[in-house]
């Protein structure tokens, strides 16, 4: 688990970090008021990231920063004012990043600037250079924000790399190099990994006029002259990187049911598609559909039925963790039971449907109870259409016998 370390003295700035981090950082945020309160909570635990005053009132020439850095915690830090002594002294220190406190936006961006920072932590990067100087400098670049970094000599080897490689999520190109240069390189990356799934950033010497129209035209994100300043570079990749995440996101939100937050009918048709694509095994497509729920609707108001229908989700979820499980329809789901037999799937939903009914599920703080109905059939050697067929078939004998129970279907 990730945990920050936010150490400021300011009391009115510490309440906007405070505010700021429970919106944007979804891991655990530890505050401090001074060194000292810094130091024992270092003490009692680990760190991914540290966000730190650069002056304190027991620590005033960025002792802080460098206690934190001696820990081996990367450091973002605060300052309220910035000079080039102030910058040099911060960059050879090692700092991640440094944010001058000068307007009401900064507090946004340092801590929009760690929720991105954690987002990095593990996230493989690549960096493709035949200059060993040039290369080992990005690398380390690139490491100080929390990368994961390997590096390739030539276009050709960094191909290579990409193929065998589908969880690197940032690739840094130089325009020259032998064998295959940046712009080969990123046509051919093209092919097989979309802007939404990498990003990438071209590099080239200056002077190079043009390079950077065509770096984007053959797919980059964006462009880097050499030599560039250290912050240049850090901006350049964490705006790049931030874009991925957003696209990443709105995704997301596209597959995803409204109400109840679990996939939708959208994403589990592509979903169910690629199971039969590449699965040998058995599954079991299985559709839940509860019964009565009118009723609900009809006697506690629409809203209360929005309430039962996230609380069966819970239910759900609870029984089918390690399973895909959409809202395909009003107050109908379906689960793919993969790797999974007829006869096994059968047990089990059984088994669930009989926990569910007696389930005590609240709606206006009253107890009530539910049923389901469940239709069920193997989907390994059947296409998606037909399987769905089956199983509504199957789901509608459910429902047309006594309610609350799971009928198997299987094609001839
Ligand atoms: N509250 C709420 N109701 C929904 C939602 N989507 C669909 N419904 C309602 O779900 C109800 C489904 O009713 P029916 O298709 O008659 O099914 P049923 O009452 O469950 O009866 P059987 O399926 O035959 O057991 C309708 O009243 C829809 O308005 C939703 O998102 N929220």
New binding site residues.
């Given amino acids: 688990m990730q945990r920050v370390l936010v150490v400021e003295d300011s009391k009115v700035v510490q309440q906007v970090l405070r505010h700021l981090a429970a919106h944007y950082l979804d891991v655990d945020v530890d505050f401090a008021w001074s060194l000292k309160e810094g130091i024992s909570l270092i003490a009692k635990h680990e760190y991914t990231l540290a966000l730190v005053d650069l002056t304190l009132p027991d620590a005033m020439n960025g002792e802080v920063a460098k206690y934190t850095l001696s820990k081996n915690i990367p450091t973002v830090v605060l300052t309220s004012k910035i000079d080039e002594y102030i910058r040099q002294q911060m960059l050879e220190l090692g700092v991640v990043d440094y944010v001058v406190k000068d307007n009401r936006d900064s507090y946004h961006y340092a801590i929009k600037l760690v929720a991105q920072l954690l987002r990095n932590h593990g996230c493989k990067a690549l960096v493709a250079d035949d200059s060993v100087l040039s290369r080992t400098l990005m690398k380390q670049m690139l490491e100080k924000q929390l990368f994961e970094v390997s590096d390739a000599h030539d276009g050709e080897q960094a191909l290579q790399m990409l193929k065998d490689d589908p969880e690197i999520k940032l690739l840094l190109t130089d325009y020259a190099m032998p064998t295959m240069d940046g712009f080969e390189l990123v046509k051919a990356v093209r092919n097989f990994r979309g802007r939404d799934d990498l990003a990438i950033i071209g590099l080239s010497g200056a002077g190079k006029h043009g390079l950077s129209a065509r770096f984007i035209k053959y797919g980059a994100n964006d462009f880097l002259t050499k030599p560039f300043m250290n912050e240049e570079f850090h901006c350049r990749v964490m705006q790049t990187m931030e874009q991925l995440a957003l696209i990443a996101d709105i995704k997301e939100s596209a597959y995803r049911d409204h109400?109840t937050g679990l996939y939708n009918r959208r994403y589990f048709y592509q979903y169910a598609e690629k199971v039969l694509k590449h699965v040998e095994q058995d599954n079991v497509l299985a559709l839940l559909?509860?019964?009565?729920?009118?009723?609900?609707?009809?006697q506690f108001g629409?809203?209360?039925?929005?309430q039962?229908?996230k609380q069966v989700t819970s239910f759900l979820k609870t029984k089918f963790d390690d399973f895909t499980i959409a809202r395909i329809?009003?107050?109908e789901f379906a689960v793919v039971l993969d790797n999974m037999g007829l006869e096994k799937a059968e047990l089990r939903l059984n088994t669930f449907r009989e926990q569910l009914a007696e389930h005590a599920f609240s709606i206006n703080g009253e107890p009530y109870s539910l049923t389901m109905?469940i239709g069920i059939t193997p989907f390994s050697k059947v296409s998606l259409t037909g399987a769905m067929r089956l199983a509504d078939k199957a789901l509608y004998q459910a429902?047309q016998q006594q309610?609350n129970c799971v009928v198997s279907l299987q094609s001839n």
């Fill in positions: 109400l559909d509860i019964d009565f729920f009118k009723n609900i609707n009809d629409h809203e209360a039925g929005d039962a229908l329809g009003g107050e109905s429902k309610r």
